[in-house]
């Protein structure tokens, strides 16, 4: 399914302390629950709504609402609008390889090559973006992550990442 995502980076950690990036969340997209250790990360909805699951709460973000994930936080985000949602990702510290999994996840969606809920459909792009993202599972899902780390580690040795970056990040 080919998308509309659009991102912009407007801070990136190479030249700044925190990873500052403007996107959209498309109707029905969604992270499953998760967590970050490097990072704080918090969302700022400029247009629309975003249901986010923070800790044991889950919030209803409207324009203008704020919500920070402390990092090993678990938490997700879900449009269950039927409109787009803009936000504003803030990263403290500034994390480029975060930078870099959002544009490669935002690429692929608009080449069709991820779900409507914005998952990559290829299992070695799920395994890159889930290791660049720093992207820690919670529960049953939990027992997969030794295995994302491999395949993401030979893909990047491989070269795979290199030709992602090259076709999403410039």
């Known amino acids: 399914m080919k998308s509309n995502a659009i991102i912009k980076l407007t801070s990136s950690a190479e030249s700044s302390r925190e990873s500052v990036m403007e996107m959209s969340i498309l109707p029905g997209e969604k992270t499953p629950w998760h967590y970050h250790t490097l990072f704080s990360e918090t969302f700022e909805i400029l247009i629309g709504t975003l249901e ?3 800790g044991k709460t889950i919030i209803r973000l ?7 994930i402390a990092p090993n936080e678990k938490h997700y985000y879900h449009n269950i609008s039927s409109q787009e949602c803009l936000i504003k990702v803030t990263l403290n510290s500034g994390n480029e390889n975060f930078e870099k999994s959002l ?3 935002k690429g692929l969606a608009e080449n069709g090559l991820a779900t409507r809920a914005g998952t990559p459909r290829k299992f070695t792009d799920l395994a890159v973006f889930i290791y660049l993202s720093n992207s820690r599972m919670i529960g049953i899902q939990k027992i ?3 295995v994302f780390r ?3 580690k030979v893909a990047i040795k491989r070269g795979y990442l290199d030709d992602l970056v090259s076709r999403y990040c410039s």
Request: glycine content about 10%.
């Open 150 to 152: 491999y395949i993401a």
């Open 62 to 68: 409207l324009s203008g609402d704020t919500a920070t």
């Open 103 to 105: 544009f490669i996840l």
């Open 144 to 146: 997969a992550e030794p």
């Open 52 to 54: 986010v699951g923070k």
